[in-house]
């Protein structure tokens, strides 16, 4: 099957946004469209430059016995501790080692971060008093954790799609 090629820059024409089908999850460009930029074609799409904050990453055997410390060296009090119903036994771990600097524990991620969970995972941080979240598990638990102060952040939460007939 021959590899399909692309036109020259010069020559390209704007193609429409599409949204993910089958797919609660919205991309950076359709986030970008639902949050009031609705272009029709990605050259039109308002210039910006994106800075994101510097990782660190702590790798290795006895690392989970830094988490204290990486709490405390963000600044942060008190953390609450998220993960899906399945990893409970894990955050109990994670919230143990943590002792008085665990929160609580937020059993309820789910794939594709539902806007209802992530409010709910906030409002349990507010009630506990966490000034921050750890995510224990995969995808699911660390979009949970980018998620939750979104809803606080973004009035036009949740992102409306448009209907059929504006695809």
């Known amino acids: 099957m021959a590899t399909p090629t ?3 820059p010069d020559r390209q024409r704007a193609r429409p946004c599409r949204w993910l089908r089958g797919s609660e999850e919205l991309s950076f460009a359709a986030a970008l469209h639902a949050a009031g930029r609705l272009c029709c074609n ?3 799409l308002n210039a910006f430059t994106y800075q994101p904050h510097p990782a660190r990453v702590i790798f290795g055997a006895g690392a989970l016995s830094q988490l204290p410390a990486e709490i405390e ?3 942060a009090r008190r953390a609450l ?4 119903p399945g990893q409970v036994q894990a955050a109990e771990r994670v919230a143990s080692l943590l002792g008085d600097r665990a929160a609580g524990i937020f059993a309820q991620a ?3 971060v539902p806007v209802e969970t992530a409010r709910q995972a906030r409002e349990e941080a507010r009630r506990l ?5 750890v ?3 995969g995808g699911s638990t660390t979009g949970l954790g980018k998620a939750s102060p979104w809803t606080a952040a973004c009035r036009s939460w949740p992102f ?4 059929p007939a504006a695809r």
């Open 160 to 163: 409306r799609r448009p209907t």
């Open 129 to 133: 008093g966490a000034d921050c979240a």
């Open 42 to 44: 990605h050259a039109a």
């Open 6 to 8: 692309r036109p020259r």
């Open 73 to 75: 060296r963000l600044g």
């Open 135 to 137: 995510a224990v598990g």
């Open 81 to 84: 501790v998220l993960c899906t």
């Open 110 to 112: 789910v794939m594709h």
